[in-house]
Nanobody, 115 residues
């Protein structure tokens, strides 16, 4: 499986914004479902947002209205725009490409929301 390359994490103050990127070179990117997950210390990994190949999206209730998932099939890249960040959004964020028996994960990028 092709490794996914994530970027964009970091430290931000409450109320701030970050944009995560996930590149998936060398695959037929447009046919897959793309997802962003996160895992906070001591907690299970949870789905944050997902976008289908047709562009339909769904979000965790905790991020609705604040986060936006998108995809650029020409660039084989998925994005997660995160606005209005809260301390409870602190976690390692992972991207996932899934479908047709294919399931690949990124290495994770740390997002820390703190004053």
């Amino acid at each position: 499986q092709v490794p996914l390359v994530e970027s964009g994490g970091g430290l931000v103050q409450p109320g701030g914004s970050l944009k995560l990127s996930c590149q998936a070179p060398g695959i037929a990117f447009n046919i897959y479902v793309l997802g962003w997950y996160r895992q906070a210390p001591g907690k299970q990994r949870e789905l944050v947002a997902r976008i289908t190949r047709g562009g339909s999206t769904n979000y965790a209730d905790s991020v609705k209205g604040r986060f936006t998932i998108s995809r650029d099939n020409a660039q084989n890249t998925a994005y997660l725009q995160m606005n209005g960040l809260k301390p409870e959004d602190t976690a390692v964020y992972y991207c996932n490409v899934n479908g047709f028996g294919y399931d690949a994960w990124g290495q994770g990028t740390q997002v820390t929301v703190s004053s």
